[in-house]
């Protein structure tokens, strides 16, 4: 992915074993973001991850495989991970 690495984006991976914060942290640092996107491996967890944005006045889009629902002045994506577009 060429263009992609020269973008020069900031990825941050939250890792680490169950039921130790790291969704929660995650959503903390995406709700204070400029932009960002919330990758979910499962297409209700990408819904869930778009309303808890929404929840919070994030304006947040939702990609899934089955749906494309953009937000108008969305600055968060919560997409499924085979949606994460590597061109923007």
């Not at 074993?17 to 499962?42: C, D, I, M, Q, V």
């Not at 309303?51 to 499924?80: F, I, K, Q, Y």
Request: positive net charge; proline residues 8%; hydrophobic residues 40%.
């Amino acid at each position: 992915f060429p263009l992609a690495r020269r973008i020069g984006r900031r990825v941050t991976l939250f890792v680490g074993p169950p039921n130790s914060g790291k969704t929660h942290a995650a959503f903390e640092r995406l709700a204070r973001a400029e932009s960002g996107t919330y990758l979910a491996p499962l297409r209700l967890l990408a819904l869930e991850g778009r309303d808890r944005l929404e929840a919070r006045g994030v304006p947040c889009s939702l990609l899934t495989g089955e749906e494309h629902v953009p937000a108008p002045g969305a600055r968060a994506v919560s997409s499924t991970v085979e949606m994460l577009n590597t061109r923007d």
